[in-house]
C-alpha cells in the first residue's frame, strides 16, 4: 500500500471515529430518561408538607449526576420569575449504603444556596417513589388542593440551561393560565442507579 493511499484510510478512519464520538455524545445529550407516573393527587404517605396556600414544587434529584447542576441552575432562574407563589423542596436521594459526605457535593450545596428552598434527604428514594420520580431532574407541581398540574424535566438536554418548555409550563400553572402541557422529557441520571463520582 503506497504512502498516499495508507494517510488516505488513515484519515477515512479517523472521520469515521470522529463522527461516531460526535454521534454517540449527541445521542447522550438528548436522550431523556424514564418520566416515571406520578399520581395524580398528592400522596398521602409524603412527608413532604403539601402547602395549604400556595403550590408545591419539588424537584427530585442525584447528588452525583452532573447532568443535575443544570436543573438547580434553571430552577434558580425559575424561582427568581415566580417569586414566592411556590414553596419549593429539592429531594436528595441518598441510598444507606452511602454516607453524607457522599450525599453534600456541590449540587447539594447549590440547592441550598437558594433562597426560600427546603433541601431534603431521601432516603433510598423513599419519596422519590412516592411521587413516581425516577431521573434526576424531575419536577412535580401541585396546587395547594393536592392537584398535580406539571411533571418533567426543566432543562431541554442532559446539562443544558437556559429557557425551556417545562419553565414555561410551571409559569402558567402558577399565573393560573391556560398551558399547552404539563409533562417534558427529563435529561439526567437514573435516581436509583446513578454511581458516578466527581467529589
Known sequence: MSKKALAALVC???????????????????????GGKTPT??????RIALDPRRFTLVLFAHPQCPCTRASIENLN?????CGNDVATYVDFVQPANESD???QTDRWKAATALPGVT??????????RR???????YVVLFNPQGKLLFAGGITSSRGHQGDTAGE????????????????????GCLLTTCSQRTE
Open 12 to 34: 477515512g478512519l479517523w472521520i469515521v471515529s470522529a463522527s461516531a464520538g460526535m454521534y454517540l455524545l449527541l445521542k447522550f445529550e438528548t436522550d431523556a430518561g424514564p
Open 77 to 81: 432562574h425559575l424561582l427568581a420569575r
Open 168 to 187: 414555561d409550563s410551571i409559569l402558567a400553572d402558577l399565573k393560573g393560565q391556560p398551558s399547552s402541557i404539563n409533562q417534558t422529557p427529563v435529561y
Open 131 to 137: 411521587f413516581g420520580a425516577e431521573t434526576s431532574g
Open 101 to 103: 459526605t457522599w450525599l
Open 119 to 128: 433541601v431534603r434527604t431521601d432516603q433510598d428514594g423513599a419519596e422519590a
Open 41 to 46: 393527587e398528592w400522596p398521602v404517605q409524603s
